[in-house]
C-alpha cells in the first residue's frame, strides 16, 4: 500500500516520516520564513509576520483505481519569480518523491549501462550544454528570464525529492532529474554524438498519434493526443501549474501561460508526451518525427541551443499565439526529440461562427539545423482534420530528413499519405460527432481485422498499424520486415482529448495504460500476463491496466 507522509513541524525544518494510512489527498504549503527560508507546512499553517506563502501543492494519488494520479501547483504573485519556481518544484518533489525514484528507476536507472560507448559523451555535451545556458541567462530578457526560472524549479524539485523521500527511498542526484527530464532529448543525442551505434534504434517505430477535428457547422473543435511509449514509463501524471510568473524582472506583466494543465510523469516538470492546455488560449501538442540523414546531425551542438524539453516550455509561457509560439520554439533549435508539432489557439474559435481564415491552427515541424512552420488553418477549415503520425508533412522536411529514402527502401509505411495510420485518420474521422466518438477513434486497434493494419508480416498484419499500437500482442516468432512492426514492449499508453468547453477549465478526459482496441476487443494489458513482466522494470505500476475515461476537477 502506499503510505501517506505525515508532515512533523520544526520552526526551520520538516521532517517527513511514514505512517500507516494509505495516502489519498495531499495539500502543502510553501513558505518563506522570516530568515529567508523555504520551509513546507500544512495546508493549514498559521503565516506569522514577516512569512510568505509562496503557493500551495495538492497531490492526489489515484493510479490503482484510474491509472493516473493527479498534481497541482499554484503559487502567488506576492511572491518573487525566482521563489516562485524554487517553491514549485520544491512542493513537487516533496509531495511526489518516492514516486519521482520509482519512474527514474524504471526508465532512466540503466540509460548509460545500456549506451557505454556513447555516456560519457552524453554526460560532456550535458554539462557543457549547461553551463552555456547559464552564462546566457539574463533577467532583463524574456526568453533567458523564462529558461532561468525553469533551471530554478529543477533546482527546488531537486531539493524537494531529497526532503520528501521515504528514509528507505535512495537518494538522487540533481543530473538525476535533469537527465529525467531530458531522456527524450538523449535518444536522439546517443544517435548524433554515436551514429553508428544503432543498438538501440527502432527503425519506423511509432510514438503518438494526434488529432485535431472541426465538428460539423464549427459547433466545436476537438483535439486528442495518443502517447505511444515503452510500457516501463506507465507511470503517469496528470498535472496543473499555476504559477504567476513575470515576463521579465523589469516587467510587471505576468506571462500568457502563466496556468497550464498537461499530462506528464513523476519528476517531469513538463510533459514529455507533449499535450498542453494554456491559459493564453493555446493548445500544444507533438507526435516526433525521425531524422534518417545521418548528415544532419553534424548541426547538433552543446553551444548556441537549448533542449527541446525546455524550448517547449518556454513557448508555452511566452507566446501570445501560435506565430509567437513558433517564433518562440524555434530559438536555439537543438535538433533533438524532433518533433509536429501542433498549435491550436481555442482563443480564436467561437462555436457556430465560421472560423477566421488564420490564426487557429498552424503545424511545425522540427530536425536538426532545420525548423519549418506555416498556417493550416484552411486546411482545418477545407479538410476539417489535422492529423499527426509522426511523419512529416512539409516535403522539404521529408526529403532532407530521409523519410523519402527510408519510403524507397520500406514502402508506404514511411510515406505521408499511404502509411497505416494517415488512410484510417482518412477513412474514420467522418465518424466523429462528439467527444466519446474521439475516444473511440483515437483507441481504435482493430488489427486482425483492418485491413489496413495488413503487412509483409507473418502473421500477415501488425498491432502497430492503428491509430493506438500494441505491440506486445505481435507474436515473438513472428517475421516482420523492420523492427517497429515486431513484438515490443511498445503501444500507446493512454489517450486524451478536450474540446473548446473543457478547455475553458483547462480539463482533458484520458484514459491510461495500453488501449484494449476497438470494442474492447483486445483486452487489457496485464504485466503479470506479459511476457515482459521479468524483462521491463516496472516498480509501482498496477498490475493490469483496465480503467476507464476520467475527467479530473481541478480545485486549488
Given at each position: ?16 516520516l ?118 546566457k ?6 526568453y ?65 498519434s494526434a488529432?485535431?477535428k ?86 547538433v ?131 466523429i ?27 500477415p ?27 515490443r ?46 524483462k ?10 483496465n ?10
Amino acid at each position: 500500500m502506499l503510505s501517506i507522509r505525515c508532515i512533523l513541524l520544526s520552526l526551520l525544518f520538516v521532517w517527513a516520516l511514514q505512517c500507516s494510512a494509505t495516502q489519498k489527498n495531499q495539500t502543502l504549503l510553501a513558505v518563506k520564513t522570516d530568515n529567508n527560508r523555504i520551509t513546507i507546512q500544512p495546508k493549514h499553517y498559521s503565516v506569522k509576520d514577516k512569512e510568505i506563502i509562496i503557493g500551495k501543492g495538492k497531490f492526489i494519488d489515484r493510479i490503482n483505481s484510474t491509472g493516473w494520479a493527479y498534481l497541482e501547483i499554484r503559487t502567488s504573485q506576492k511572491a518573487k519569480d525566482e521563489d516562485q519556481a524554487y517553491g514549485a518544484g520544491y512542493l513537487e518533489g516533496t509531495l511526489t518523491a518516492d514516486l519521482i525514484y520509482s519512474y527514474w528507476f524504471n526508465t532512466a536507472k540503466g540509460y548509460c549501462t545500456d549506451r557505454p560507448n556513447v555516456c560519457q559523451q552524453l554526460k560532456d555535451y550535458m554539462t557543457t550544454n549547461k553551463n552555456w545556458i547559464k552564462s546566457k541567462l539574463n533577467e532583463s530578457d524574456p526568453y533567458w528570464y523564462q529558461v532561468g526560472l525553469y533551471y530554478k524549479q529543477l533546482d527546488g524539485l531537486y531539493d524537494g525529492y531529497m526532503r520528501g523521500k521515504s528514509p528507505s527511498t535512495p537518494d538522487l542526484t540533481w543530473d538525476d532529474l535533469y537527465w529525467l527530464n531530458a531522456l527524450d532529448d538523449l535518444g536522439d543525442l546517443s544517435i548524433a554524438l554515436y551514429p553508428s551505434d544503432i543498438s538501440n534504434r527502432v527503425l519506423g517505430s511509432g510514438s503518438c498519434s494526434a488529432l485535431i477535428k472541426l465538428m460539423p457547422d464549427n459547433k466545436d473543435i476537438l483535439v486528442s493526443h495518443a502517447t505511444w511509449s515503452g510500457y516501463e514509463t506507465m507511470l503517469r501524471i496528470q498535472k496543473r501549474y499555476s504559477l504567476r510568473f513575470r515576463k521579465s524582472k523589469k516587467s510587471n506583466k505576468l506571462i500568457r501561460g502563466f496556468d497550464m494543465s498537461f499530462s506528464s510523469f513523476p519528476g517531469g516538470i513538463q510533459s514529455g508526451d507533449d499535450f498542453y492546455l494554456i491559459s493564453s488560449g493555446l493548445t500544444t501538442m507533438e507526435t516526433t518525427i525521425e531524422n534518417y540523414n545521418d548528415s544532419l546531425w553534424s548541426n547538433v551542438k552543446p553551444v548556441g541551443q537549448v533542449l527541446e524539453f525546455v524550448r517547449a516550455m518556454v513557448a508555452n509561457r511566452l507566446a501570445d499565439n501560435p506565430t509567437d509560439w513558433a517564433n518562440l520554439f524555434k530559438l536555439h533549435n537543438s535538433g533533438t526529440y524532433n518533433n509536429q508539432w501542433m498549435i491550436l489557439n481555442y482563443a480564436a474559435f467561437q462555436p457556430g461562427s465560421p472560423l477566421p481564415p488564420r490564426d487557429v491552427l498552424h503545424v511545425l515541424e522540427q530536425i536538426p539545423g532545420h525548423v519549418m512552420h506555416d498556417d493550416f488553418t484552411g486546411h482545418l477549415i477545407n479538410r476539417t482534420y489535422w492529423a499527426s503520425y509522426n511523419v512529416p508533412y512539409f516535403p522539404f522536411i521529408f526529403n532532407v530528413s530521409g523519410n523519402y529514402e527510408m519510403e524507397q527502401i520500406y514502402g508506404s509505411w514511411f510515406s505521408y499519405s499511404e502509411t497505416p495510420r494517415a488512410r484510417i485518420f482518412a477513412r474514420d474521422h467522418v465518424k466523429i460527432h462528439c467527444d466519446k466518438c474521439m475516444l473511440h477513434l483515437m483507441r481504435s486497434n482493430n488489427y486482425t481485422r483492418d485491413p489496413e493494419s495488413r503487412c509483409d508480416c507473418s502473421p500477415p498484419y501488425s498491432a502497430e498499424n492503428a491509430i493506438s499500437s500494441r505491440n506486445d500482442l505481435n507474436p515473438a516468432n513472428g517475421t516482420y520486415p523492420i523492427r517497429a512492426l515486431g513484438h515490443r514492449s511498445h503501444g500507446a499508453t493512454d489517450v486524451k482529448v478536450t474540446s473548446s468547453q473543457l478547455f475553458q477549465q483547462l480539463q482533458f478526459k484520458a484514459i491510461a495504460g495500453p488501449t484494449q482496441g476497438s470494442n474492447n476487443s483486445l483486452g487489457p494489458f496485464c504485466w503479470s500476463k506479459s511476457d515482459f513482466n521479468d524483462k521491463v522494470s516496472h516498480l509501482g505500476h498496477p498490475d493490469c491496466f483496465n480503467f476507464k475515461p476520467v475527467l479530473h476537477q481541478w480545485s486549488l
